[in-house]
């Protein structure tokens, strides 16, 4: 009995080795990501690809843990697929495209973002409204972009004589800060992400997407099997 407790105890600390530094499973529970990821997919994550982090909590015990990082063999690079912990609440993961980097000014245009200015080609994007929101037909508050006035380039905010009235489908320029990136989801009239509420700082980065390992139709209540195996891009 004493030897099966003790490997039942060294298969768990093995077990939380992995889930806290190396690989960590993550399921698709919203559209905003759609049609790259669609609801139901379930995702092998790499965790040491951007360093691993603590967990949010101790596992098993409500005890929460300093945000400490190992180093990483790269940074999020604009346009890979990211996990993150959800900056309004750490117990939350949301799975994003980052978009832009600390030091890149990032901007939308009647749907088309630009980056430093240069308009880019994003043939994953998923566009389901064609209504182009501006500020005579928005379709969220102003006060859900009231964070983005502090990043806005100084000559815009001149330009617009202090009237800064952002939407959906326009806004910025902003300047990301060094350490923080702008996220995206591809579904984009339908994704509660960066526009909303904000940069998400370094510490927040959980790892990048490697492989989709099962996926299930909800609806249909059946695999698809055609999704199975796919590389994450």
Known sequence: MK??????????????????FLVQAFTIPTGSMERTLLVGDYLLVNKMVYGAKTPRKLPLLALELPILRLPGLETPRRGEIVVFEYPKDRDMDFVK??????????????????INSIPQSEPYIQQVDPTIRRDENRFYSIDSFAWQKEYLVPEALFRLDGEYRPTRDNFGPLVVPEGKYFCLGDNRDYSNDSRFWGFVDERLIKGRP????????????????????????
Not at 221 to 229: S, T
Request: hydrophobic share 50%; net charge positive; glycine share 6%.
């Open 3 to 20: 030897e099966w407790a003790k490997s039942l105890g060294l298969a768990f600390i093995l077990f939380l080795i992995i889930r806290i």
């Open 97 to 114: 495209r980052c978009v832009a980097v600390g030091s890149d000014t990032v901007e939308m245009r009647d749907k088309v973002l630009y």
């Open 210 to 233: 490697l492989i989709l390992y099962y996926s299930w139709n909800k609806e249909h209540k059946f695999p698809r099997f055609g999704r199975i195996g796919q590389i994450i891009q």
